[in-house]
């Protein structure tokens, strides 16, 4: 069973899920094509936010490679051609009829995890004083790229690595290595750096779970990893990532935060969380 990296070198988009999708047109029917709403009903889908960032990253716009948020996409872009990425988005057909409930249930935490970690990103950001709030806001919505990635072109391969970390009682991280020499993180930001994405979002999608958090400067990457401790910690986890597969401790001392400082927010970050789930899933 292998990864075929050409075929993600390729990748063309994520797909939308077919009930999401359903709700998406039914909210967007009403826009005009100048109507910056839009934004607001579509920050926490990460099949668009990917796609539109795509988009909006492409030569022809002139911004290849710099353009890191939805903000940024939005403004470039305007709202009719966003209006017109949703209605042309693929929608995912390919629940086996035995597995339904099952792929639902899976991909489901997937986007319940990526809204999360969205609100949790940002606002960290926000608290830390960062100037480029939305970048921090983006970078958690999609920083598990490579995982949904395989998730809809690679199943088989995704339960591999989640039956060997079971098995061997280890993280995903960890079979995904020694399985392959490569994580979904690799995954991800090899499709990130296809679709032209800005150098720190594309580490940061590179390396999302990471145990080992190599050594950074790229606060992008590091609050990113942070609002995945947070995550997993408050029950918007993916379903597959546990929570010692991150070094915390390693993190906030990163990014020179005291501890004790950073768990009394907590409270706060779970209302943000829950707020932005409620709306990803509504």
């Known amino acids: 069973m292998t990864i075929n990296a050409e075929l993600f070198s390729r990748y063309r988009g994520i797909p939308c899920l077919p009930l999401k999708m359903a709700s998406l047109l039914d909210d967007i029917e009403s826009l005009s094509a100048m109507d910056y709403d839009i934004l607001e009903i579509i920050k926490f889908d990460v099949s668009l936010a990917c796609n539109v960032l795509r988009e909006a990253n492409l030569p022809l716009y002139g911004y290849s490679g710099k353009i890191s948020s939805m903000t940024q996409a939005s403004g470039l872009l305007g709202p009719g051609a966003i209006k017109n990425i949703i209605v042309s988005a693929p929608i995912y057909e390919r629940y086996s009829q035995e597995n339904h409930e099952t792929d639902g249930r899976v991909l489901g935490s997937f986007w319940r995890h990526s809204a999360a970690m969205a609100a949790l990103a940002g606002k960290m950001a926000q608290c830390l004083g960062e100037p480029e709030v939305d970048d921090f806001f983006t970078a958690g919505l999609v920083h598990d790229l490579g995982k949904i990635a395989c998730a809809f072109e690679a199943k088989p391969v995704l339960q591999s690595f989640i039956r060997s970390a079971k098995e061997n009682g280890t993280t995903i ?110």
């Open 173 to 282: 991280w960890d079979a995904e290595s020694e399985e392959f020499g490569c994580t979904l993180g690799d995954l991800g930001g090899m499709i990130a750096e296809a679709w032209n994405f800005p150098e720190p979002l594309v580490e940061a999608v590179r390396q999302t779970g990471r145990q080992a958090l190599p050594e950074t400067k790229s606060r992008l990457t590091l609050v990113v990893e942070l609002a995945k401790t947070a995550a997993l910690e408050l029950g918007y986890g993916d379903g597959i990532e546990l929570p010692q597969g991150l070094d915390k401790s390693r993190i906030l001392k990163a990014l020179e935060v005291d501890p004790a400082r950073f768990e009394g927010k907590i409270p706060g970050f779970k209302e943000t969380a829950d707020q932005a789930v409620a709306i990803a899933m509504d």
